[in-house]
């Protein structure tokens, strides 16, 4: 890299559980900068979720669906002598989560039902259940990672160049 790494800024907690990973979450969540609609949606779905379960809090919940989704390696494309390789590699922990969210967003979008609140809500228990859309995702960039494991001494780079 020719700069410096950038600096990780640090997130506040959300008001209603404390936590950093709920804030991290409302923005990926967010449109058009409308921030706290984006948390007004997400914690109407943690209501949601309360009504309908009775044996975890819904922040229990909400960790769960994430862990479920988060995928361990994923498949990246790398040119090697005129062909395209896809080389699974391991994720950084905090790119998992990133992409968890995302996907979580994504296929809750995806849904059909109305309001967004709902189909948040309905995301992330089928998510906490291991069910979804999104753990779909997760299932099978796992089994294409394993498909292309041939392939994985590509991603290791050498330490010296050859002369």
Do not use: C
């Not at 809750?108 to 999104?134: D, F, H, P, V, Y």
């Amino acid at each position: 890299m020719r700069k410096r790494k950038p600096k990780v800024r640090i997130i506040a907690p959300d008001p209603r559980y404390g936590d950093a990973q709920v804030t991290r979450f409302v923005n990926m969540l967010m449109l058009d900068g409308k921030k706290s609609t984006a948390f007004n949606v997400f914690y109407d779905a943690m209501d949601i979720i309360d009504e309908k379960t009775e044996e975890t809090t819904p922040h229990e919940t909400f960790q769960k669906a994430i862990k479920n989704v988060m995928p361990q390696v994923e498949v990246r494309s790398r040119r090697i002598g005129g062909a395209t390789f896809q080389i699974p590699t391991e994720i950084r922990p905090d790119r998992r989560l990133s992409v968890a969210m995302k996907w979580l967003i994504k296929y809750t979008r995806q849904r059909s039902g109305k309001g967004i609140a709902t189909k948040l809500a309905a995301e992330i228990l089928a998510a906490s259940k291991g069910e979804g859309s999104s753990v779909k995702k997760k299932d099978d960039t796992h089994r294409m990672a394993e498909a292309n494991r041939a392939f994985a001494h590509f991603g290791r780079r050498r330490s010296k160049p050859k002369k």
